[in-house]
């Protein structure tokens, strides 16, 4: 199995948990873009946002959800971003669903 976030997932490679339950793993991000920059990954190996089935809708509001309240739990009250880059134009660059949580920062739009 070569995909680096199922192999995060299962603990073969190592990483700083920020939280899990049975749907999703979140970990730290391994280069932060900000002073809170944290990934949701679901347990499941999806490819990306475009291979997400209509069986997976529920999971995708998991991942917001559980984005939302490490927010919380970080005291993110100023605000945050949740980012989902897809494919090469959006900058994907594990192939492998993830949710990005950023913050602790003042963040600039547009991005690039
Ligand atoms: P993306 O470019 O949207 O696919 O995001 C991939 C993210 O994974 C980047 O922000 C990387 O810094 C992060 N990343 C890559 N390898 C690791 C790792 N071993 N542990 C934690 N984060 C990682
Ligand atoms: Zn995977």
Known sequence: MSCLFCQIVNGTIPSK???QDDQCYAFADITPQAPVHVLVV???HIAS??????SHHD???HLLG???EIARTHALSKGYRVVINSGP???QS???LHVHLLGGRK???PPG
Not at 49 to 54: I, S
């Open 66 to 68: 559980v984005a939302a």
């Open 17 to 19: 948990a920020v939280y």
């Open 49 to 54: 946002l475009t291979d997400a089935e209509k």
């Open 107 to 109: 963040l600039t739009w």
């Open 42 to 44: 679901p347990r499941e």
């Open 94 to 96: 594990v192939d492998h």
């Open 59 to 61: 999971l995708l509001g």
């Open 89 to 91: 134009d959006g900058g």
